[in-house]
T-cell receptor, first 112, second 115 residues
Framework: EDQVTQSPEALRLQEGESSSLNCSYT??????LFWYRQDPGKGPEFLFT???AGEEKEKERLKATLTKKESFLHITAPKPEDSATYLC?????????????FGTGTKLQVIP | GAVVSQHPSWVICKSGTSVKIECRSL??????MFWYRQFPKKSLMLMAT?????????EQGVEKDKFLINHASLTLSTLTVTSAHPEDSSFYIC???????????FGPGTRLTVL
């Protein structure tokens, strides 16, 4: 069974204080690893897809990296508007059914 | 990415009543839509995969007769919670998958509260 573990559960940063969120995973045949941002009371917002170890993607202050066992979401010089819960998910399996498994998320709070 | 809407955004109902939630793909023809449920501080739980023109595929432990899914067109899927009870109170979110890029795009969610 595919598993996704995110750490830490919660993270509090001062504005401008860079840090990283971790997503450890076990999956049978990785088809893709996804990062989402979720604001309270809203649906997840897509950020990145990573497909293979060594791949990196960037968007503004966010950078996602991938190894064979984990992914990191690096946040550089965060701002208060980056406060949200960040979800990691993996898609595994072969054939026609490729289920996506989500982690429980890291709740990020950026303090001005 | 695809734009997905849900209606209503929140609903309060009495125990024993049925509630229908609509999920629309506004700019994307979705042959497949997904329904998730989310509890506070918990992961998104896949309930079922909705296939246009055919029966939905339910995840293990999800009652088919309790959560009725209809995917009537390439842009609309509905989830009906039948004879709702307080334990059905939750945040329900739908999504569509872009097969070209293998990415899922989510709707804004529907908060269901059963009294």
């Amino acid at each position: 069974e595919d598993q996704v573990t995110q750490s830490p559960e919660a993270l509090r940063l001062q504005e401008g204080e860079s840090s990283s969120l971790n997503c450890s995973y076990t999956v049978s045949g990785l088809r893709g690893l996804f990062w989402y941002r979720q604001d309270p009371g809203k649906g997840p917002e897509f950020l990145f897809t990573l497909y293979s170890a060594g791949e990196e993607k960037e968007k503004e202050r966010l950078k996602a990296t991938l190894t064979k066992k984990e992914s990191f979401l690096h946040i550089t010089a965060p701002k208060p508007e980056d406060s949200a819960t960040y979800l990691c998910a993996v898609q595994g399996g072969s054939g026609g059914y490729q289920k996506v498994t989500f982690g429980t998320g890291t709740k990020l709070q950026v303090i001005p | 990415g695809a734009v997905v809407s849900q209606h209503p955004s929140w609903v309060i109902c009495k125990s024993g009543t049925s509630v229908k939630i609509e999920c629309r793909s506004l700019d994307f023809q979705a042959t497949t839509m997904f329904w998730y449920r989310q509890f506070p501080k918990k992961s998104l739980m896949l309930m079922a995969t909705s296939n246009e023109g055919s029966k939905a595929t339910y995840e293990q432990g999800v009652e088919k007769d309790k959560f009725l899914i209809n995917h009537a067109s390439l842009t609309l899927s509905t989830l009906t919670v039948t004879s709702a009870h307080p334990e059905d109170s939750s945040f329900y979110i739908c999504s569509v998958r872009d097969r070209a890029y293998n990415e899922q795009f989510f709707g804004p969610g529907t908060r269901l509260t059963v009294l």
